[in-house]
């Protein structure tokens, strides 16, 4: 187990900047329930001041994670793609026979997932969900010998798999990467935190100035193109500013950075589509202030992948 000491002098300056930030906006939040509502309940107040906590937590559960080690990077994205996967599975049409495909995936194929990310045998981790577990899932539902709407079941519960375990779990393998002259991988898994998070508070902000034209109203109508263009040259610039995090250069740092920012953008519309197709608003409630899991992670979920694949690519 490391010790504070122990965390590199970057993370050290990393948490200290964030916990800064945190106690800024938490007292204007707080500022603004007094001189605006007067201290009584506020629809849009209180829902910042519950995104605002939300962040705490997140904030700590990431330095906890940073002093604990890998170790405890794979046990929490471990359960939160247990936490993602139930919230997508109950949307779906299921049948009895869907069931041994539900207990395989939340007891088996999650726990085998990480388990192969923390022996570190990238052959298997990348190969097992995408092609075992996609024959195995619909054989074990062909034993009931139930067709109803089997192509709709079986295409759907895999791509709940793909999302939510098999992308997500690409956070959790950043910390087996083995790059030149770089050890400190709970950095990089910041750095994607950061960039990618970043990315949704700054678009949010630029579309509440000077948003006009949605990007997608039938998706995402809170979604503009001055939010997307604002947040996302802003969090490239703070991807460029972040380089000591990294094994990047400035310019490196915010090349990645912008992709980061558009995959994260199309992975949001990508799940407020399939949410929108579901009749929902959220994925759950889980999150106060930001809805369940999967509405927290819907632009890491695209971004982690491509962060991963690029920079085991180029700096290993």
Request: charged fraction near 10%; aromatic fraction near 16%; include cysteine.
């Amino acid at each position: 187990m490391l010790s504070w000491i122990q965390i590199s002098a970057e993370f050290q300056r990393l948490m200290l900047i964030v916990a800064c930030i945190l106690i800024v906006a938490s007292c204007v939040a707080y500022v603004l329930r007094w001189k605006v509502a007067l201290g009584q309940p506020h629809a849009v107040i209180d829902n910042l001041i519950a995104r605002i906590n939300a962040w705490w937590v997140m904030a700590f559960i990431l330095l906890a994670c940073a002093i604990l080690g890998r170790y405890a990077i794979l046990l929490l994205f471990s359960v939160i793609s247990a936490v993602a996967l139930t919230e997508y599975i109950a949307l779906l049409y299921k049948r009895r026979g869907d069931y041994w495909s539900i207990r395989l995936a939340l007891y088996a194929v999650i726990p085998m997932q990480y388990y192969l990310i923390s022996i570190d045998w990238y052959g298997m981790y990348m190969i097992f969900i995408p092609i075992y577990i996609f024959f195995l899932t619909p054989i074990l539902t062909l034993f009931t010998a139930d067709s109803v709407r089997f192509l709709e079941r079986t295409a759907k519960f895999q791509w709940g798999l793909m999302i939510c375990v098999f992308f997500i779990s690409h956070v959790a393998a950043i910390t087996t990467l083995k790059l030149n002259g770089f050890t400190n991988n709970i950095q990089l898994v910041a750095f994607l935190i950061l960039i990618v998070q970043g990315s949704d508070v700054l678009q949010y902000i630029w579309g509440k100035i000077c948003g006009k034209h949605a990007i997608a109203p039938k998706l995402s109508p809170s979604k503009t193109w001055e939010g997307f263009i604002g947040g996302v040259l802003s969090a490239t610039l703070l991807g460029a500013a972040c380089y000591w995090l990294t094994p990047f250069t400035p310019v490196q740092a915010a090349l990645m950075s912008f992709i980061l920012c558009i995959m994260g953008f199309f992975g949001g519309l990508v799940m407020s589509a399939i949410k929108r197709d579901s009749g929902i608003k959220d994925w759950g409630n889980l999150i106060e202030g930001h809805g369940g899991m999967l509405d927290r992670l819907d632009s890491i979920i695209f971004s982690a992948p491509v962060f991963f694949h690029l920079t085991r690519y180029f700096w290993s």
